[in-house]
């Protein structure tokens, strides 16, 4: 089993920031690609940013300049650093990876964190 457990959400004004941690636990031989998505309401589910094994990231448009990603590999854990958040950046945000048990690799979600941007 394993399982990804998202915090460091909650309610932040304009401008303000937010740190979000996932940890991954159980079996687990290794860990890929590891991303942030957030899906807002009546919206479809969106990659925010997303990082490879050695590094690699991405991010979406919107988040450009304003988020890192980035992770810990030997504690099993991603993060998000939010600067500078709009009310467009409210969603329930969702932790992804990619984890190989043994000879298998999977992709796991996390249960999600709510981020609420507003005044």
């Known amino acids: 089993q394993v399982q990804l457990v998202e915090s460091g959400g909650g309610l932040v004004q304009p401008g303000g920031s937010l740190r979000l941690s996932c940890a991954a636990s159980?079996?687990?031989?290794?860990?890929?690609?590891m991303g942030w998505y957030r899906q807002a309401p009546g919206k479809q589910r969106e990659l925010v940013a997303s990082?490879?094994?050695?590094?690699?990231?991405k991010y979406a448009d919107s988040v450009k300049g304003r988020f890192t990603i980035s992770r810990d590999n030997a504690k099993n854990t991603l993060f998000l650093q939010m600067n500078s958040l709009k009310p467009e950046d409210t969603a329930v945000y969702y932790c992804?990876?990619?984890?190989?048990?043994?000879?298998?690799?999977?992709?796991?979600w996390g249960q999600g964190t709510q981020v609420t941007v507003s005044s």
């Open positions: 992804n990876a990619v984890v190989a048990r043994w000879t298998v690799s999977t992709p796991y």
């Open positions: 159980g079996t687990i031989s290794r860990i890929g690609d």
């Open positions: 990082i490879g094994s050695t590094g690699r990231t």
